[in-house]
C-alpha cells in the first residue's frame, strides 16, 4: 500500500498537498475509493480511503490508527562529529533507514571541516530533506531531524540526559553488547570524524558519564563507524527482526 507524509491529519480525515498529491494523481493515478497509509511524523500510521483526487489536494477518510511497525523501540540520537566533503549527507540517509531518533553535527579538535554556524544552518535545509527522503524511502513512521551544530562539551551535557550515553572510540576495548543490552530505551551514541577524539575530548566524554565503547579491532572509516553503530544497536535491541 503506497506511504505517505502528512501533517495534516488526525482520526476525522486528512489532506495530502503539494508533490505528494501530485504523484497519487498524475504518477500512480490513485482515484476515489482506492487506500493508501498516511504517516503523521511522529510514528503513528493512519489506513485511508480517497474521499477526493486532485493534482493539487488529496482528501483522505481514516479507517484505523496504529503505531507505525517501522519505527525501533529504542530512540537513539547519533551525535556526529563534522566529517569533510559529503560524507554527511551519506551518514544521515543510512542513520534514518537504520532507525536512528535525530541527528546532530558536533565541532570537534580533529575535524577537518570546519563549517561556522551561518555556513552550517545553510547545509541544515539540504540534510533536513535527505533525512525525509530516507524516510519516505524506508517506510518510517517518524522523519528524524538534523538538529543544528553543537561544540563537544554542549554535545556531551545533552548526551548525559540520556540513560545509555556512549562514546565509540577507537582506542576503546570494552565491547558493546553488554551496555546496550542494559539501555533503558534510549540511546545516545557519539561517533568522530577522520581523525576521530585526542586523548583530552575522550577523557572528558568519559567523565561526563559516556561508556567509552569498541566497535572491534579495525579501525572504520568516519562515514562507516555509524552505520555499523546503529546496526550493531538496532541488532543488540531485537530492532532488526
Not at 158 to 172: D, G, K, T, V
Given at each position: 500500500?503506497?506511504?505517505?507524509?502528512?501533517?495534516?491529519?488526525?482520526?476525522?480525515?486528512?489532506?495530502?498537498?503539494?508533490?505528494?498529491?501530485?504523484?497519487?494523481?498524475?504518477?500512480?493515478?490513485?482515484?476515489?475509493?482506492?487506500?493508501?497509509?498516511?504517516?503523521?511524523?511522529?510514528?503513528?500510521?493512519?489506513?485511508?480511503?480517497?474521499?477526493?483526487?486532485?493534482?493539487?489536494?488529496?482528501?483522505?477518510?481514516?479507517?484505523?490508527?496504529?503505531?507505525?511497525?517501522?519505527?525501533?523501540?529504542?530512540?537513539?540520537?547519533?551525535?556526529?562529529?563534522?566529517?569533510?566533503?559529503?560524507?554527511?549527507?551519506?551518514?544521515?540517509?543510512?542513520?534514518?533507514?537504520?532507525?536512528?531518533?535525530?541527528?546532530?553535527?558536533?565541532?570537534?579538535?580533529?575535524?577537518?571541516?570546519?563549517?561556522?554556524?551561518?555556513?552550517?544552518?545553510?547545509k541544515l535545509e539540504r540534510y533536513n530533506r535527505i533525512a525525509f527522503e530516507a524516510?519516505k524511502q524506508s517506510g518510517r513512521g517518524k522523519i528524524p531531524q538534523v538538529l543544528p551544530m553543537l561544540d563537544l562539551k554542549d554535545a556531551?551535557?545533552?548526551?548525559?540526559?540520556?540513560?545509555?550515553?556512549?562514546?565509540?572510540?577507537?582506542?576503546?576495548?570494552?565491547?558493546?553488547?553488554?551496555?546496550?543490552?542494559?539501555?533503558?530505551?534510549?540511546?545516545?551514541?557519539?561517533?568522530?570524524?577522520?581523525?576521530?577524539?585526542?586523548?583530552?575530548?575522550?577523557?572528558?566524554?568519559?567523565?561526563?558519564?559516556?561508556?567509552?565503547?569498541?566497535?572491534?579491532?579495525?579501525?572504520?572509516?568516519?562515514?562507516?563507524?555509524?552505520?555499523?553503530?546503529?546496526?550493531?544497536?538496532?541488532?543488540?535491541?531485537?530492532?532488526?527482526?
Open positions: 500500500m503506497p506511504r505517505f507524509f502528512t501533517q495534516t491529519i488526525s482520526r476525522d480525515g486528512g489532506t495530502i498537498v503539494g508533490d505528494d498529491a501530485k504523484h497519487i494523481s498524475r504518477v500512480l493515478r490513485m482515484k476515489v475509493g482506492e487506500k493508501l497509509t498516511a504517516c503523521d511524523t511522529k510514528g503513528n500510521d493512519y489506513d485511508c480511503v480517497l474521499e477526493s483526487v486532485s493534482d493539487s489536494e488529496v482528501r483522505l477518510k481514516v479507517l484505523a490508527v496504529t503505531p507505525s511497525e517501522s519505527e525501533p523501540n529504542v530512540k537513539v540520537k547519533l551525535y556526529q562529529a563534522i566529517p569533510k566533503s559529503d560524507k554527511m549527507e551519506l551518514i544521515i540517509q543510512k542513520s534514518v533507514e537504520l532507525g536512528v531518533d535525530s541527528i546532530t553535527p558536533v565541532m570537534t579538535r580533529r575535524c577537518v571541516a570546519k563549517p561556522d554556524e551561518k555556513s552550517m544552518a545553510k524516510a556531551l551535557e545533552e548526551m548525559a540526559q540520556s540513560s545509555c550515553p556512549i562514546l565509540f572510540y577507537e582506542n576503546a576495548t570494552a565491547p558493546a553488547k553488554e551496555v546496550i543490552a542494559k539501555a533503558q530505551g534510549d540511546i545516545a551514541i557519539l561517533i568522530g570524524s577522520e581523525g576521530g577524539f585526542d586523548e583530552e575530548e575522550a577523557a572528558l566524554a568519559q567523565q561526563s558519564g559516556c561508556n567509552v565503547l569498541s566497535l572491534g579491532k579495525r579501525i572504520l572509516r568516519c562515514e562507516t563507524a555509524p552505520i555499523a553503530a546503529l546496526a550493531i544497536i538496532m541488532f543488540e535491541t531485537g530492532n532488526m527482526q
